[in-house]
């Protein structure tokens, strides 16, 4: 039995754990696909889809460094399970958006969405490690990296067909039910998804708790290489609101959105599982992280210039494959330099940092989108991407993670 199998097969708080996050990658995509397909055929223009897109990370990018002071205080379970309840009401209020008086509804709903997915974002990969044998991290991070692609695979497809056939609403409701099943899986899970804390320690206040995070990032250059990392593909996450109109520009519809959304979910599910065995070696992971960025931003010059849409859901895929494989790489490299009372606010920096570069792409998306052809959108982010790319390879150049980390981590209690 591969141990990508075994870990899922013998560890039942990491199955559950798994199956709550592939619900809610699931349930994005349910709602997003279909929804940035109604708002331009409600409103008329490309620009309310990039608004969403916008809000969505923004929102998630602004309370980041709360909600991971957060993730460090309190019951990471209890985090998740509040946190998909809330996002179920959120989805619910989509189901008002009918016209063009009523897509500010879409702005709303997906704000409160935004809100719940910066609480659960960094109690979920704060608790990896918690639910995870020290034999069994990189088999699991790999397997967990493929969660999020395996979802945009099934939920950016299905999503774009059950939209064709049904219309958007249905996928509302499938994605508010989906969160309710999230956050019984929740419950499910047994172990301590965090370190005992220290009874003795005061509780730290917010900010300087924020500081505290910040000030680890600052002396420690190897967590401040991989807390920078995601911004490449962040930047160039612009792409994502062309998608839409890239299918109506080749006659593919809302099936075709979810195609592109599909090879991009495809990609990022294929490429954790490839980098598996470079989480074994760990001298691999600073050129395999380059590496991926530079894939990401070549694919998608590859795209900007190609006319069959076939070839244009394969560079997608390759571009994603990147992407994922960037994401997964990071993240384990993460886990083993920061230790579990910093996990949740060091993670929550990583990921404020990546989604404020997706939200700076998709606003400057959404400032040229009715201006200028999809395809110079395409070239623009890509090439964004591999510029960022060189100029981190040649910024850490000089730095290694084959040594331990300079900070043990207490051990968990299993």
């Known amino acids: 039995m591969s141990p990508t199998v075994s870990v899922l097969v013998r560890n039942r708080d ?93 702005m709303l709903g997906i704000a409160v969405v935004a809100v719940a997915k910066a609480l659960y974002s960094p109690a979920a990969q704060a608790a990896l490690p918690n639910v995870l044998d020290p034999d069994e991290l990189a088999a699991g991070n790999a397997v967990a990296g493929s969660a999020w692609g395996t979802m945009t695979v099934v939920g950016a497809s299905l999503g774009g067909v059950l939209s064709a056939v049904t219309g958007p609403y249905v996928s509302f409701v499938v994605a508010a039910v989906g969160l309710a099943l999230a956050a019984g899986l929740a419950t499910r899970i047994r172990r301590p998804l965090q370190a005992p804390r220290d009874a003795t320690q005061p509780v730290q206040r917010t900010w300087p708790a924020i500081r505290e995070a910040l000030g680890h990032i600052g002396h420690h250059p190897r967590v401040l290489a991989l807390v920078t990392v995601k911004s490449a593909v962040g930047l160039g996450n612009g792409v994502l609101t062309v998608f839409p109109l890239l299918a109506g520009v080749f006659g593919v519809g809302s099936v075709g959105t979810g195609l592109l959304f599909a090879a991009r979910g495809a990609g990022a599910l294929v490429g954790p599982i490839l980098m598996r065995r470079v989480l074994t070696d760990r001298s691999w992971l600073l050129p395999g992280l380059a590496l ?123």
């Not at 070549?298 to 190609?306: C, D, E, F, M, Q």
């Open 14 to 106: 990491f199955r559950n754990l798994f199956l709550a996050e592939l619900v809610v990658f699931g349930a994005d995509w349910f709602v997003m696909v279909p929804l940035l397909v109604l708002l331009p055929q409600l409103t008329g223009s490309g620009v309310w889809g990039a608004l969403v897109l916008a809000l969505d990370t923004g929102v998630v990018a602004l309370l980041l460094p709360w909600t991971g002071t957060i993730a460090d205080r309190y019951d990471r379970r209890k985090i998740m399970m509040v946190a998909n309840v809330a996002a179920l009401a959120g989805v619910l209020l989509l189901l008002g958006v009918r016209s063009a008086g009523t897509a500010w509804l879409a």
């Open 292 to 414: 991926s960025m530079s894939l990401y931003g070549l694919a998608y010059l590859g795209t900007s210039v190609t006319g069959w849409f076939p070839l244009v859901l394969v560079l997608v895929f390759v571009a994603h494959l990147g992407g994922g494989s960037n994401w997964v790489l990071s993240n384990f490299a993460l886990q083993g330099e920061v230790p579990d009372r910093l996990r949740g606010r060091i993670f929550a920096t990583d990921m404020m940092l990546a989604t404020l570069a997706i939200s700076v792409s998709q606003l400057v998306v959404a400032g040229v989108v009715d201006l200028v052809d999809e395809r110079v959108v395409l070239a623009g982010c890509g090439l964004v991407t591999l510029l960022y790319a060189l100029g981190w390879r040649v910024a850490t150049r000089r730095l290694s993670l084959t040594d331990p980390a300079d900070t043990p981590d207490p051990a968990v209690p299993r």
